[in-house]
C-alpha cells in the first residue's frame, strides 16, 4: 500500500465540505470587497523566495522544498503566496501604470517542517493582495474583509496589531535594539542570539520563556515610530474603535517574513491551542521594489485554512436534487433516465441508479444521498409514459408525465 507522504494529508468527506465552503465564502467576501482572482504556478525559482521571504528567514534557510530541475534550474515549491503574486504583478508590468491592483489567491503551499498538531507540509491558504494604495484605510479594509470572512464561517478570534514602522524609523530602532541584545547575547536562546547579527527584529517574537524575560525591558518600536507611521498607527485603532473589533496592541508581533513594514497584524484564536493565529498579514511595501518592480505601496493578508477547519460551522444540509430509478428491465428504460437526468441537471443535482429495484430500495438509496425528491418509473407509469415522484421534505406523492416533469 502505498501512503501520503509524510505531513501530506488528504482532506474528505465532511472535512472536504469545509474546505470548499471555507474557499467559496472567502472568495464571495473577498469579490465583494473589489478582489479579482489570480492563480500562479505552484514552482519557482529559488530565488524569488530568497530575495522575497529573506535568507534569514526559517523558510528560506531550513523549510524550502528545493531542488535542481531536469534544466539545471535551481526551483522550489511555494512556501506561501506572496512572493509569487508580487512577482506576477512586476511581469505584468502592472507596477508601470497608477492603478489600484486588488487579487486573492488559494492554493496549496508547502515547507519542510517537522510535522506536528496544526502544521502540515503541505497546507493550504486563502489570500488577499492589495496594490498601489498606500493610505491607512487599506489596512483598515483589509481587516474588516477577514472579519467578514470569519463571523461568515462562524469562528471566533482575537485581532492583534503592531506597526513595523517604515525606512526611516525601523533602522534607528533596529540599532537600539542591537544595542539593547547584544550585553545579553549569552542569556537567550541558541536562534536568538544568532538573529541578534540576521534579523534581530524577530527576537521580539522568539517563543523560548527565558528570551521573553530577557525582553521584558526592551525597546518598542510603538514608542519610537516617526510621526507619519505614529499617526497611521493612531488613524488604525480608531477606526479599530469605531467598528468595535475588540484588538490588542501587541509589540511583539513582528511576523515571519522580512518584507513587512508599518501595519502588522494576526488574527488568534485560542480554541486551538495556545492562542494559533488563524490569519496574518500586513503592509508590506518595499516588496515590489525588492522584485525589480517600481515603489509600490501594497498591503495584504493570508489565512490557513487547515487551521480553521475544525472551527468552521457548516450551514445546516437541506435536502437536494433527485434521485432517479426504475422496478424495471424493459427496453428504452435506461435511455430514458439518462434523458430526464439531463434536462433536470439544467437545474439540479440527480443522481441515477442502475440497478433494478423495488421502491422501498430506492426509497433507502434516495435518503441515504439526501435527495429532496425520490422519482422511480414502475411497470404501471412506464405504460403510461408517466413517473412517481415522492417529495422527501414535505412527504408529498405524486405521478407525472415524464415528458412534462
Ligand atoms: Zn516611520
Ligand atoms: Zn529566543
Known amino acids: 500500500m502505498i501512503n501520503a507522504l509524510r505531513g501530506m ?29 489570480i492563480e500562479t504556478p505552484l514552482l519557482e525559482e529559488t530565488k524569488l523566495f530568497k530575495r522575497s521571504v529573506g535568507e534569514s528567514s526559517d523558510i528560506v534557510g531550513k523549510e524550502m522544498y528545493q531542488f535542481i530541475d531536469k534544466g539545471q534550474n535551481d526551483v522550489c515549491l511555494r512556501p506561501e503566496g506572496t512572493a509569487g503574486v508580487v512577482r506576477a504583478y512586476v511581469q505584468a508590468k502592472l507596477d508601470r501604470r497608477p492603478r489600484k491592483d486588488k487579487f486573492y489567491y488559494y492554493g496549496a503551499m508547502f515547507r519542510y517542517e517537522k510535522p506536528q498538531k496544526g502544521r502540515l507540509r503541505e497546507f493550504h491558504q486563502f489570500g488577499c493582495e492589495s496594490f498601489g494604495e498606500a493610505s491607512v484605510y487599506e489596512d483598515f479594509n483589509i481587516i474588516l474583509m477577514i472579519r467578514d470572512i470569519f463571523d461568515a464561517l462562524g469562528i471566533g478570534y482575537t485581532l492583534k496589531i503592531n506597526s513595523l514602522g517604515c525606512s526611516e524609523c525601523m533602522p534607528p530602532y533596529r540599532q537600539n535594539l542591537i544595542a539593547f541584545l547584544t550585553p545579553k547575547e549569552a542569556l537567550l536562546c541558541e536562534d536568538c542570539s544568532r538573529r541578534i547579527a540576521t534579523n534581530p527584529i524577530r527576537v521580539l517574537d522568539c517563543k523560548n520563556n527565558q528570551c521573553q524575560t530577557l525582553l521584558h525591558d526592551a525597546p518598542k518600536l ?27 496592541v501587541d509589540t511583539h508581533l513582528v511576523r515571519g517574513l522580512d518584507y513587512y513594514n508599518k ?29 525589480d518592480g517600481k515603489s509600490v505601496p501594497a498591503v495584504g493578508f493570508a489565512l490557513g485554512i487547515e487551521r480553521i477547519l475544525d472551527l468552521v460551522t457548516l450551514p445546516t444540509s437541506k435536502r437536494e436534487g433527485i434521485y432517479l430509478g426504475s422496478m424495471l428491465t424493459q427496453e428504452g428504460i435506461m435511455e430514458t433516465l439518462f434523458a430526464l437526468a439531463s434536462r433536470k441537471r439544467q437545474q439540479t443535482k440527480v443522481e441515477i441508479e442502475y440497478e433494478p429495484k423495488s421502491l422501498k430500495s430506492h426509497l433507502k438509496g434516495a435518503d441515504k444521498i439526501n435527495a429532496r425528491y425520490c422519482a422511480v ?29
Open 9 to 37: 494529508k488528504d482532506i474528505a468527506f465532511e472535512e472536504a465540505d469545509k474546505f470548499i465552503y471555507t474557499i467559496e465564502t472567502a472568495t464571495q467576501i473577498a469579490k465583494r470587497y473589489g478582489y479579482q482572482y
Open 222 to 248: 510603538t514608542q519610537n515610530l516617526c510621526p507619519t507611521c505614529q499617526s497611521d498607527f493612531q488613524t488604525l485603532q480608531k477606526l479599530l474603535d469605531s467598528s468595535s473589533i475588540a484588538y490588542e
Open 263 to 291: 501595519s502588522a497584524f494576526e488574527f488568534v484564536s485560542s480554541q486551538i491551542g495556545s492562542q494559533s493565529a488563524i490569519a496574518g498579514g500586513g503592509r508590506y511595501d518595499r516588496l515590489v521594489e525588492f522584485l
Open 377 to 405: 418509473i414502475g411497470e404501471d407509469e412506464w405504460s403510461q409514459g408517466e413517473i412517481w415522484i415522492k417529495d422527501l421534505e414535505t412527504k408529498e406523492e405524486y405521478r407525472a408525465k415524464i415528458e412534462e416533469w
